[in-house]
């Protein structure tokens, strides 16, 4: 073969290599997958004390004024005291939050799990979670397995009750929008409208004044009006659980808030450890016992 033409031969091939190279270089590639996880955008932080909360470095966690026994101590949320305060300051902790670093905020209990956003970042107030109040707000995992019980006093016919239906023709009472009033309505289904309160308080003054037979209210703070509050009134008993899950307190949060499943993780990894049970046994260590209405 003529040198010249080996040497033409030999160009051609070199420009066909570069060719296909830089054609190779402009089509996609297959994604390495360790590249594409580095480019994924890392969603909400949960860097402990690095949260998007309403005031930078510090933790608003609302309830409502009064704040009631066995849940709160004195009427003082920020003390650290009842089992409703020591969970916040627990969940605050997990977060990477001082006990310094929490501010509380006084919020109507039906006011937190209202539509509207929220000045605050949590709520803590004996609040069930629902799916009717999860159209409005976001809720943590439960903090709480409760169990609604009936209060009457000691002389009274609705104390006599043994059954759910010894309890419908009696006068009941609950404070407005609980779970309370909504077995009254929806397990007792009693022959008399309840009577609907806006306050535990305004419930407990009318079951001593004769106003309604009997209120329904959590069983904790059943043991607590009973030992400390109305000391004439006495547990009728406590409600099954309806459905398979239990009824049970969440955090409130604010809906679509990107501290909800951080505020999860924290709320899971304080059951999981036993912090939970160890509260609960403090705080609530009474609330363990009262007949079953069936």
Not at 57 to 75: Q, R, S
Request: include cysteine; aromatic fraction near 6%.
């Amino acid at each position: 073969m003529h040198p010249a033409q080996v040497t033409l031969r030999g160009a051609l091939s070199a420009a066909t290599v570069a060719l296909l190279a830089v054609a190779v270089g402009c089509a996609p590639q297959p994604e390495d997958p360790e590249d594409k996880a580095a480019d994924k955008p890392s969603g909400a932080s949960c860097a402990k004390g690095k949260l998007d909360t309403e005031t930078s470095g510090k933790l608003t966690v609302a309830t409502d004024e009064p704040a009631y026994e066995p849940w709160f101590t004195d009427g003082k949320p920020a003390n650290g005291k009842g089992f409703e305060s020591a969970v916040a300051y627990a969940v605050a902790k997990q977060l990477g939050y001082d006990k310094g670093d929490v501010v509380w905020q006084t919020v109507p209990f039906n006011k937190a799990f209202a539509p509207g956003e929220k000045t605050f970042d949590l709520d803590i107030n004996q609040v069930s979670i629902s799916d009717e109040r999860k159209r409005a707000v976001d809720f943590s995992s439960g903090y709480y397995d409760v169990r609604q019980a009936v209060i009457a006093l000691k002389d009274s016919k609705a104390a006599r009750a043994k059954s759910i239906a010894d309890l419908r023709g009696v006068k009941l009472g609950a404070q407005v929008g609980t779970t309370s009033l909504d077995y009254i309505d929806d397990v007792v289904k009693p022959t008399r409208a309840p009577a609907a309160y806006a306050k535990n308080d305004q419930a407990k003054s009318a079951l001593k004044n004769g106003q309604v037979d009997a209120i329904v209210v959590d069983l904790p703070t059943a043991f607590y009006i009973t030992a400390a509050e109305v000391t004439d009134a006495r547990i009728v008993g406590q409600f099954e659980n309806q459905g398979g899950a239990p009824e049970q307190f969440g955090l409130v949060l604010d809906k679509g808030s990107a501290l909800t499943s951080c505020v999860t993780d924290a709320v899971d990894a304080l059951r999981e450890d036993g912090s939970l049970a160890a509260i609960e046994k403090q705080w609530l260590s009474d609330a363990v016992d009262a007949p079953v209405l069936k």
